[in-house]
Nanobody
Framework: QEELVESGGGLVQAGASTRLSCTASGRILGSYSMAWFRQAPGKEREFLAGIGRSSGSTYYADSVQGRFTISRDNAKDTGYLQMNSLKPEDTAVYYC????????????????WGQGTQVTVSS
């Protein structure tokens, strides 16, 4: 069973940067396209960014374009979400997802999801 594990969340100050990581157990993450989502309290899950199996293709939501960067290191079997200029409204649980069919857009679909990591941005 494929499992995704996010890490790197925590409490950060507004304006700061942080990087989330996503690793996989059970299979090689490089075989999958990946995406990052978030869900804030009382809100629906929001697509942030996706990346193809190689690092050549990416897709960003307008809300994070220019502030967030998705990347992956297939040699380390890890995906990343670099988040800069964080705002209090970025506070949410952040999830990584993976698709074995190569999807990396907002609609996926995604076969595998992590449990999420909390990011709290203080003002």
């Amino acid at each position: 069973q494929e499992e995704l594990v996010e890490s790197g969340g925590g409490l950060v100050q507004a304006g700061a940067s942080t990087r989330l990581s996503c690793t996989a157990s059970g299979r090689i993450l490089g075989s999958y396209s990946m995406a990052w989502f978030r869900q804030a309290p009382g809100k629906e899950r929001e697509f942030l960014a996706g990346i193809g199996r190689s690092s050549g293709s990416t897709y960003y939501a307008d809300s994070v374009q220019g502030r967030f960067t998705i990347s992956r290191d297939n040699a380390k079997d890890t995906g990343y979400l670099q988040m800069n200029s964080l705002k209090p409204e970025d506070t949410a649980v952040y999830y990584c997802a993976a698709s074995d069919e190569g999807f990396y857009g907002p609609l996926g679909p995604y076969n595998y999801w992590g449990q999420g990591t909390q990011v709290t941005v203080s003002s």
